[in-house]
């Protein structure tokens, strides 16, 4: 079985990473750019509580991760760590667009965030493979770091 970075697959993976990472970055940036907060009290049940979020500077701080993590994806460094966190972002999305304001237009959005995170958190799933070992031993990051491709002067 081919690797899947030696497969025909990696393109459909290139291209659900680019698009995921233009959909962050737009979203992040309307915010970074223009500042631009929406109204949320036309949001139904969910207006309250990003509204509350936006009070507490919660919701300006996620726009900037989002602008982090889509720049990230972009440029293909450290896909698996920002796909773990973007997961954080894409349950509260997915759970606020397909339970508390099932929209049509919401419904769209959490579908999208659930088929795209989930696809490419499959995509890389290798990398964490490790995390689903039933005995596991304290084993240190930097121990973690000197695996293949991660010596000191090799190419990442």
Do not use: C
Request: net charge neutral; glycine share 8%.
């Amino acid at each position: 079985m081919n690797m899947a970075h030696e497969s025909p697959w990696k393109y459909l993976v290139m291209w659900a990473r680019l698009y995921f990472a233009f959909h962050y970055l737009e979203s992040g940036l309307y915010y970074v750019v223009f500042r631009y907060v929406p109204d949320f009290s036309h949001a139904g049940k969910v207006g309250a509580y990003i509204g509350a979020m936006a009070d507490v500077g919660f919701y300006q701080m996620v726009k900037y991760l989002e602008t982090i993590l889509g720049t990230l994806l972009l440029l293909d460094i450290a896909v698996p760590l920002a796909l773990i966190v973007m997961a954080g972002i894409s349950v509260t999305i997915v759970f606020l667009n397909l339970f508390v304001s099932p929209d049509p237009r919401e419904l769209f959005t959490g579908l999208q965030e659930l088929l795209l995170n989930g696809t490419l958190l499959l995509a890389y799933g290798g990398y964490y493979a490790n995390f689903f070992r039933i005995k596991a031993k304290p084993f240190w990051f930097w121990d973690g770091m000197k695996r293949e491709g991660f010596e000191p002067g090799s190419k990442w």
